[in-house]
């Protein structure tokens, strides 16, 4: 699976934001869904976090990941997130698919 690319996030909201963070990020789904190489681009939460949202990734490659910040409107999501995010977001964990159901 090493030609695969996974990238698992988690994104903190100011109290009272996490709502409007998770529809900002399933907003981005729908825009990188038709990036080439986008497997899969889940919103997650947690009921016991209620100020973060979570994303996991999987891409053809790193760079198929890297150009889906290009996609039209991405990065006007992105700036829409950053007011309402409780500090700057810190990188993504980068880790290798070992195989599974539907990978």
């Known amino acids: 699976m090493a030609n ?5 996030g988690k994104l903190t909201a100011q109290a009272g ?3 409007e963070l ?3 990020l ?3 789904s729908k825009l ?4 080439k190489g986008c497997k ?4 997650c939460k947690d009921e016991n976090d209620t100020n973060s949202e979570y994303v996991t990734e999987i891409w053809d490659s790193k760079d198929d990941h890297d150009n889906s910040l290009k996609v039209k409107g991405v ?9 309402i ?19």
């Open 4 to 8: 695969k690319y996974l990238l698992h």
């Open 17 to 19: 934001n996490r709502n």
């Open 22 to 24: 998770a529809n900002i």
């Open 26 to 28: 399933l907003e981005a």
């Open 32 to 35: 990188v869904s038709t990036a």
């Open 40 to 43: 899969l681009y889940a919103i």
């Open 75 to 83: 990065r006007e999501l992105i700036m829409k997130a950053m007011p």
């Open 85 to 103: 995010l409780d500090g700057q977001p810190t990188k993504g964990q980068e880790l290798e698919i070992l195989g599974g159901a539907g990978i």
